[in-house]
């Protein structure tokens, strides 16, 4: 489902290049659930943003689902990111204007899914994650756990190829916090392809195989036993 080979990610302030990708040759299959683990500034962030196409690399290979990143135009990036992958991050990036249902919709419309379609597909992705009787509220009603759960819920409307999470526990208590590993659990049972970034090992644990990560390298694959 995705491979990179070579991976290479610097920045430049001050005139400082800083190193946080150094070379990462890492391959995800079909249907894995990946935990990508670290120390605080080892690059887990930043290698998922490579792979989900939400940042570029420096140098290095990334293909997703046989295609080449390299060779795809901007357009084809924002096409193939809005049809193809699934985002889900810690700050649960909901409009606040708009209720959940209606953050839900606004991508499918974007995808030009018709628009009875495009609120039956929310209403089914929302009942899907416990949240079939807050359609109507906004994000500023509902609680930490209920907004990851509609932030999860937009990205599998679409049923991505590829669902990404940073740090989607980072900012929920521990019942919030199981109750979203819960859906991911059952969203992996089902053949999601899943890719989460995580510091919290209990968390890390629950995924098929651990990757970890330190000083922009990779030092480890561990497959969780089940």
Do not use: C, W
């Not at 900012?171 to 995580?198: C, P, Y």
């Amino acid at each position: 489902m995705i491979e990179t080979k070579n991976l290479k990610r610097s920045f430049f302030s001050g005139g400082v290049e800083t190193h946080v990708l150094r070379g990462i040759d890492l391959r995800v299959e079909t249907g894995e659930f990946i935990a990508i683990m670290g120390r605080s500034g080892a690059g887990k962030s930043t290698l998922m943003y490579q792979m989900s196409l939400l940042d570029e690399p420096n140098s290095g290979e990334i293909h997703i689902d046989e295609h080449d990143v390299h060779t795809m135009s901007p357009e084809e990036k924002t096409k193939f990111r809005l049809e193809k992958l699934g985002y889900v991050f810690q700050d649960y990036a909901l409009i606040p204007d708009l209720t959940a249902l209606e953050n839900v919709v606004l991508p499918l419309l974007m995808q030009e899914v018709p628009k009875a379609k495009a609120y039956e597909m929310a209403f089914e992705s929302l009942s899907k994650v416990g949240l079939g009787n807050h359609l109507h509220q906004l994000p500023s009603q509902l609680s930490g756990g209920e907004q990851q759960r509609a932030s999860i819920a937009r990205a599998i409307a679409h049923q991505p190829n590829i669902l990404f999470a940073d740090e989607p526990t980072a900012n929920l208590d521990n019942e919030s916090s199981r109750a979203i590993m819960k859906i991911f659990l059952q969203l992996h049972e089902a053949g999601q392809t899943i890719i989460m970034v995580t510091h919290e090992e209990p968390y890390g644990a629950m995924a098929e195989k651990i990757v970890r990560l330190d000083d922009g390298k990779i030092i480890g694959i561990e497959k969780n036993k089940k």
